[in-house]
């Protein structure tokens, strides 16, 4: 049996998109749909790193103070950003002001700049797995698993920070490497 919950407009979808608006729309329209382009996952792997440790929601509400804050997340851009820019983004209200993450944020656009166009996207991609069965039950979906574990070391072999197993595997749920929709849910793909 599933676990997907009926939501206000009586579609099933997978429990934890239902505790507000906010996640009822990240879930149907952005979760676990195909992201390609290297600024698009830059934005996805960072945002992921500055939500370790806290809840995705609090990422999701700042989402468009990072996007001002970070140029756009345009890689050749935050490759850019310098001393009076790090004290900028820490003094910024609009994101997360954690040191370790802005700093990270900007060394792996430094690193990304110096890939050739499009390979980070292939990067990434060449890590997806293939599908497995649909969940039924959150208990189903892991937190980490071997290719997002391989995708964290390879990732840090080639200088990126702040990539650990379970911050790839919320980037490969986020921007659809794996379905991790629950079986009944509306928004999984056929």
């Not at 990240?26 to 440790?53: C, I, K, M, N, T």
């Not at 809840?55 to 850019?80: D, P």
């Not at 060449?126 to 071997?146: I, N, Y």
Request: negative net charge; proline residues 6%; contains cysteine.
């Amino acid at each position: 049996m599933s676990e997907a919950v009926a939501g206000p407009d009586g579609a099933l979808r997978c429990p934890w998109a239902l505790s507000t608006e906010d996640y009822i729309t990240y879930h149907d329209e952005e979760w676990g749909r195909p992201v390609h382009g290297d600024d698009a996952l830059y934005e996805r792997l960072s945002l992921e790193a500055f939500q370790s440790g806290l809840s995705w929601i609090t990422i999701l509400r700042r989402r468009e103070g990072f996007r001002a804050a970070f140029a756009g997340f345009r890689i050749a851009e935050v490759a850019t950003f310098t001393d009076a820019d790090r004290a900028r983004l820490l003094a910024d209200e609009g994101i997360i002001r954690n040191r370790a993450k802005v700093d990270a944020t900007i060394a792996n656009a430094r690193v990304l700049a110096d890939w050739a166009p499009g390979e980070l996207d292939e990067f990434i991609w060449s890590h997806a797995p293939k599908p497995g069965p649909a969940p039924k039950t959150l208990g189903d979906v892991p937190a980490v698993t071997d290719e997002s574990t391989t995708l964290a070391k390879a990732l840090k072999k080639r200088g990126l920070r702040f990539v650990g197993p379970t911050t790839a595997y919320a980037l490969m749920q986020a921007c659809g490497l794996v379905d991790d929709h629950l079986v009944d849910c509306v928004a999984r793909r056929p």
